[in-house]
C-alpha cells in the first residue's frame, strides 16, 4: 500500500452500501407472477485508497454483477456506490468523463475483450481518444509507456499487430495496459487469470501486484480461486448467494475462516500434497439460485451448524466478532 | 480474425470465388472497350447503340463479318449494345448493393445497439418490405414515374436496406454487441456512437460486404425483369435488348433468331451467376465452419 | 505388476495448413490395473491427444508417426476399427473435457446411458439396462427419479455425474477422465473427485486423469505424468514427484501457482511462453525457458533416464534426490 496522498489518505476510495441487484426472470406469457433473481442483496464494503480487495465466491454469487454495477455497465436496483466520493448514479456528462478515467476494469476473457479488427495502438489509446486525452504524439508516447510496463517490449513493435497475432498472456497484458492508460485510481479486475495457462498465470498476477504497489490502484479483484486471493488481496470478501457473508484480511480468512461456508470451500480447495487427506467439506447439498427467497439466512440449508434462530430471524447482518473480521451468522454473533 | 492476406489465401481456396471473380473481370474488361471501340475503330453513326443504323443490309441481320452478333430488327449493332450495357449494369448493381448494404448495416447495428422501440420499428419495416411482391411494386411506380437507371438503382438499394438485410446484419450485430470488447469500450469511456461506429459496424462488415455479392444479383436480374415489361426509362440495357426482341415479335421463334437473345440472355446469367459465385466464396471466408479443411 | 495400458514411444502429428503440429512425441508410460495416472500439462501439450490416441479417436488429420498403444495386451492400432468398438465403453471408457455438452439435449439421461449398455451388451434386455442405469445413478449421487428427466433439468454438477455414470455403464477397465471438473465450483469438483476416486477403489478400474490443476492431479494420482509441449519430460510416483520434482518444468508448474497452504511465499515465474509446435525448439522442448539449461540441452534431446523406481526424467541436469546435499531449488526461489 503506496502513495497514499496525506489529506485523502484516511477516506476509502469506494464505498458501497446496500448494493442491490435483481434480475427479473421467468416472466412467461402465460404467467402472472414476475420472479425475481436477487443476484446482489443489500452488500456493503469499502476499498481503501491503495488496497485490494478480493471478492470471492462460486459462479453465480453475484461477485460479477457486483464488479459491473461498481464501473456503471449495470445499473443497481437499490444502494449508493461513492467512488472518490462522487455518487455513481448521479454521474452524467462532463462527470462520466472523469469517472472513466478514475475507474477501469480488465476483462476475464483475453480473447473477447479485445476488439478482433482494431490494432494494440487502437486498443489501448481507446480511452485516450474518446475521452480526447492529449495529441496523438502524447498518446503514442503514453501507449509506448504502457506497454514497456506491462512486459511488451520493444514497445513499437507491437503497436500495429492485431489481437489475433499475441499469445493468451500478451492479450491480457494488453488488457491492463488499456485499462491503467488513463493512470485510474480504481481498477475492477474480474478473474484477469483464470483463462490463462499456468505457466503464463503468475506471470500475470505478478504483474498486477507490482502495477498497483506503483501507480498507488485500489483494486476490486474478483476471483473464484482462493489461492490467488489470497496472494493478491489485502482482505478477502466472501459471497454467496448475493450476500457477503465474511469479510477480513486475507491471512485471517484462509487461516481462521469463521463462517460455515467460508470454512466448507476452503476445505474444498485440492492441494497440492498427496500426503495430506483433506476433511470432507461440511456443507449440505448443492446451490440453488436465489429467486424470490425468503429473507433468512440463505446459507442455512447447507449448513452443518444451523439451528432454529437462522430460520426464525431475518437474515444475518455483517458483524465484528473481531477487530477487522466480519461474519454474518447468527450462531457466531450470539456467541 | 485475420488480415486482409489471410482472408485473400482462404478466398484463393475456393474455386468458385475465383471462377466468379474472373467472370467479372472479363466483363470489367468488356465494358472498358466499349468506349475504345466507340472512338476508334467503329463507325458512330452506324455502331450507336441506341440511334445507330447499318443502311447496308437487311435487318435484323444474322451475325456476319461486318456485325460479329448480328443486329437487332431496327439495325443496331448487337455486340455494341452488350458492350455498351456491361458498363451501366456494373453501375446498377453496385451503386444499389452499395446502398443497401451501408444503410441496412447502419440500421442493422442501430437496432441491435438500442433495441426497444428503434427495433421494433426497423424490424416490422422489415417485415412490410419482405412480404410486399417487389417486381408488381416496382411495375406500378415504373408506370407512374419513369424510372431511368440512377434512380432505379437507389430505389432498389434502399428497398433492399430496408427489407431483409437488415434482419440479417442486425442478428450479426447482436452477436458483437454481448461480446465482452463491447463492455470493455464502454468501461473505457466510449459513447453509443463511438461503440456503433468503431466496434459494431467494423465487425458487421464483412457479413455485409458478403451481402452485397448477393445483392448485386438481386439488382441485375430486377433490372433485367422490368426492363422486360418494358416499364423502366432506360435506353439501353441488357433487359431492353431482349424487351426489343419481344416486341418486335422475334423473342419466340424456335431460335431462328437466337442472336437477338441469346447474348444478352447468357450475359445475364453470367454477370449474375458470377457476383453469386464471388459471394459464395466470400461465404468461406466469413464462415469459417464452411471452409475445407 | 500386469499392466492393463501400455503406451510405448509413441508420436503423432496433425496436418494443419500451417505445417506440422508435432502434438505427441515418442512418449512411452504403462500404467497397471487398479492404478491412477495423472496427466499434467498446460493446453497444447499434447495431454488431450495423448488420451484421444489411446481411445483411437483421434482426427482424420492426425498422423500417427511410431510407437504402439497396448490396451489389456492387444495393439489397439493393429485391430480392425470394428474390433475396437466393441472395446470401447467396454474396455476403456472416456470423460470428455466438455462433459456438459456430451449429453444429447432431446433425450432424457436414461435414456442415453440405456443406450450404450444396450449396444454393447446385446444380451441384455431393456429392463436390464436399465435397472443398471439406476444402480449407476446410485453409484454417482443422483436420485434415481431423475433418470427420466432431460439434461436441461440437470445442474452443471449433476450432469457431470451423469456423464460420470454413462462411462462406468459398461464398466470398463480403464476410465480417461479429460478435465472432468474443470467447469465446475470446487465444492462441487471436490464431491465429484471423492466420487471417483471411491468408484475406482471399489472395482479395481484404472483412471487416467487429465488436468491443467496440479492440485487436483495431487490429490487424485498414484502416478503423476507431467507433460510440455508434447513430450512426457517427467513420470513417477505421485508421493516422489510431489515431494522432489526432478525437472525444472515440473518443478515451476508448482510454483508458480499460489496454494492456501502453508505461510504465504512469493511464486516462481517460467520466463517465456510454451513453443509453437509446428517449430519446436532443437534438443529439449523446454530448454529456452529453463533456468539450468546448458548447451547440451539445445542441440540433442535428452532421453528419458530413471532417476528412482518408476521414476524417470528426460533431462540432463535433472534436480537432485531430496536426499543429496545439493539445493538448487533455493536459488531458484532467491
Request: charged residues 20%; proline residues 6%; negative net charge.
Amino acid at each position: 500500500m503506496a502513495l497514499l496522498q496525506p489529506d485523502k489518505a484516511c477516506e476509502p476510495i469506494v464505498v458501497v452500501r446496500g448494493l442491490t441487484k435483481h434480475f427479473l426472470v421467468g416472466r412467461g406469457f402465460f404467467r402472472k407472477e414476475r420472479a425475481w433473481l436477487h443476484a446482489v442483496d443489500d452488500v456493503s464494503f469499502e476499498i481503501a485508497r491503495g488496497e485490494v480487495l478480493g471478492l470471492v465466491g462460486e459462479s453465480g454469487c453475484g461477485k460479477t454483477t457486483t464488479g459491473r454495477m461498481l464501473v456503471k455497465l449495470t445499473d443497481p436496483t437499490a444502494g449508493c456506490i461513492l467512488i472518490d466520493n462522487e455518487d455513481v448514479a448521479a454521474i452524467g456528462g462532463q462527470g462520466m468523463r472523469e469517472f472513466r478515467q478514475t475507474v477501469q476494469m480488465i476483462f476475464q476473457d483475453p480473447y473477447e475483450s479485445l476488439d478482433p479488427r482494431m490494432t494494440v495502438f487502437d486498443i489501448i489509446s481507446e480511452p485516450l481518444n474518446v475521452n480526447h486525452i492529449g495529441t496523438l504524439v502524447n498518446r503514442e508516447e503514453r501507449v509506448a509507456y504502457m506497454l514497456s510496463r506491462v512486459g511488451i517490449t520493444p514497445p513499437d513493435m507491437f503497436f500495429f499487430r492485431f489481437p489475433h497475432e499475441l499469445s493468451g498472456g500478451q492479450r491480457q497484458r494488453v488488457a491492463i495496459a488499456r485499462a491503467l492508460v488513463v493512470n485510474p485510481k480504481f481498477i475492477v479486475a474480474d478473474e484477469p487469470t483464470s483463462m490463462l495457462d499456468v505457466s503464463i498465470r503468475t506471470g500475470v498476477m505478478k504483474l498486477l501486484a507490482e502495477l498497483q504497489e506503483d501507480f498507488g490502484m485500489s483494486y476490486l479483484y474478483i476471483t473464484h480461486d482462493l489461492a490467488v486471493a489470497r496472494y493478491l488481496c489485502d482482505r478477502i470478501a466472501v459471497m454467496y448467494l448475493g450476500k457477503i457473508v465474511e469479510m477480513a484480511g486475507a491471512e485471517e480468512v484462509i487461516k481462521n475462516p469463521l463462517h460455515p461456508y467460508t470454512q466448507a470451500l476452503i476445505s474444498a480447495v485440492p492441494l497440492p500434497d498427496p500426503a495430506i487427506r483433506r476433511d470432507v467439506p461440511n456443507i449440505r447439498g448443492g446451490v440453488s439460485k436465489p429467486i424470490d427467497p425468503p429473507p433468512i439466512c440463505r446459507f442455512h440449508p447447507r449448513c452443518p451448524a444451523a439451528r432454529s434462530i437462522c430460520s426464525d430471524r431475518d437474515y444475518p447482518d455483517l458483524a465484528e466478532v473481531s477487530p477487522g473480521h466480519l461474519v454474518a451468522c447468527h450462531i457466531l454473533v450470539a456467541r | 480474425m485475420r488480415s486482409l492476406a489471410q482472408h485473400w489465401a482462404i478466398f484463393r481456396e475456393s474455386r468458385i470465388g475465383i471462377a466468379g471473380l474472373v467472370v467479372i473481370v472479363c466483363f470489367g474488361v468488356f465494358g472498358m472497350m466499349w468506349p475504345l471501340m466507340f472512338r476508334n475503330v467503329w463507325d458512330p453513326n452506324v455502331y450507336h447503340p441506341v440511334v445507330g443504323f447499318d443502311p447496308t443490309m437487311m435487318h435484323p441481320a444474322a451475325p456476319c463479318r461486318g456485325h460479329l452478333l448480328g443486329t437487332d430488327p431496327i439495325g443496331r449493332d448487337i455486340l455494341a449494345q452488350l458492350m455498351f450495357s456491361t458498363g451501366r449494369e456494373f453501375l446498377l448493381g453496385v451503386l444499389s448493393a452499395m446502398i443497401s448494404v451501408v444503410v441496412g448495416t447502419f440500421i442493422g447495428a442501430m437496432a441491435a445497439y438500442y433495441g426497444g422501440f428503434t427495433d421494433a420499428f426497423f424490424m416490422r419495416l422489415a417485415d412490410i418490405v419482405m412480404l410486399f411482391p417487389f417486381v408488381p411494386l416496382l411495375v406500378v411506380v415504373g408506370s407512374l414515374v419513369r424510372l431511368d437507371m440512377f434512380s432505379f438503382a437507389i430505389i432498389l438499394g434502399f428497398l433492399e436496406a430496408f427489407g431483409g438485410i437488415t434482419i440479417i446484419l442486425k442478428a450479426q450485430a447482436l452477436q458483437v454487441k454481448v461480446r465482452p470488447y463491447i463492455d470493455a469500450a464502454k468501461v473505457a469511456g466510449g459513447d453509443d456512437l463511438h461503440i456503433i461506429r468503431s466496434h459494431i459496424i467494423p465487425n458487421v462488415l464483412p457479413l455485409s460486404f458478403l451481402y452485397m455479392m448477393f445483392n448485386v444479383t438481386a439488382a441485375i436480374l430486377s433490372e433485367a425483369t422490368l426492363s422486360f415489361f418494358g416499364v423502366l426509362n432506360i435506353d439501353m440495357s441488357w433487359g431492353m435488348m431482349i424487351h426489343t426482341a419481344e416486341t418486335a415479335g422475334y423473342l419466340f421463334d424456335y431460335g431462328r433468331y437466337w442472336w437477338l437473345w441469346l447474348p444478352s440472355g447468357l450475359a445475364i446469367t453470367l454477370f449474375c451467376a458470377a457476383f453469386y459465385m464471388v459471394g459464395r466464396g466470400l461465404d468461406e471466408v466469413v464462415n469459417p465452419r464452411l471452409r475445407k479443411r | 505388476m500386469d499392466a492393463l495400458l501400455k503406451v510405448e514411444n509413441f508420436t503423432m502429428h496433425y496436418r494443419t495448413t500451417a505445417g506440422h503440429v508435432k502434438a505427441v512425441d515418442d512418449v512411452t508410460f504403462s500404467l497397471a490395473r487398479g492404478q491412477s495416472l495423472g496427466l499434467v500439462g498446460e493446453s497444447g501439450c499434447g495431454k488431450t491427444s495423448i488420451a484421444m490416441s489411446i481411445m483411437r479417436l483421434l482426427p482424420y488429420n492426425s498422423e500417427i508417426k511410431s510407437g504402439r498403444v497396448f490396451l489389456g495386451g492387444q495393439d489397439v492400432y493393429s485391430m480392425r476399427e470394428e474390433d475396437f468398438r466393441k472395446l470401447r465403453w467396454k474396455e476403456v471408457a472416456m470423460i470428455f473435457q466438455a462433459a456438459m455438452n456430451a449429453l444429447n439435449p432431446v433425450y432424457t439421461v436414461g435414456s442415453q446411458i440405456t443406450e450404450v449398455i444396450l449396444e454393447h451388451e446385446p444380451a441384455a434386455s431393456e429392463r436390464d439396462a436399465r435397472e443398471r442405469v439406476a444402480e449407476l445413478f446410485c453409484t454417482v449421487g443422483i436420485p434415481e427419479e431423475r433418470m427420466d428427466h432431460y439434461p436441461h433439468e440437470y445442474s452443471g454438477g449433476m450432469k457431470q455425474r451423469a456423464v460420470i455414470a454413462m462411462a462406468l455403464a459398461c464398466s470398463p477397465s480403464l476410465i480417461i477422465a479429460d478435465e472432468p471438473t474443470t467447469a465446475l465450483d470446487v465444492i462441487v469438483q471436490d464431491k465429484i473427485l471423492r466420487e471417483m476416486e471411491e468408484i475406482r477403489r471399489k472395482t479395481d478400474m484404472s483412471m487416467i486423469y487429465i488436468s491443467h490443476d496440479i492440485s487436483v492431479i495431487a490429490e487424485v494420482s498414484d502416478v503423476v505424468g507431467v507433460m510440455y509441449a508434447g513430450k512426457l519430460v517427467e513420470i513417477g510416483p505421485a508421493d516422489d514427484i510431489f515431494k522432489r520434482p526432478r525437472h525444472p518444468y515440473t518443478y515451476g508448474l508448482m510454483n508458480a501457482y499460489p496454494s492456501i497452504l502453508g505461510e504465504k511465499r512469493d511464486l516462481a515465474t517460467i520466463p517465456g511462453e510454451p513453443p509453437n509446435l509446428v517449430f519446436p525448439p532443437e534438443g529439449c522442448r523446454f530448454h529456452p525457458r529453463c533456468d539450468w539449461a546448458t548447451d547440451e540441452c539445445g542441440t540433442v534431446e535428452p532421453p528419458a533416464r530413471y532417476v528412482g523406481p518408476n521414476h524417470s526424467v528426460a533431462c540432463y541436469n535433472p534436480f537432485p534426490a531430496p536426499s543429496s546435499g545439493g539445493d538448487r531449488i533455493g536459488v531458484a526461489t532467491a
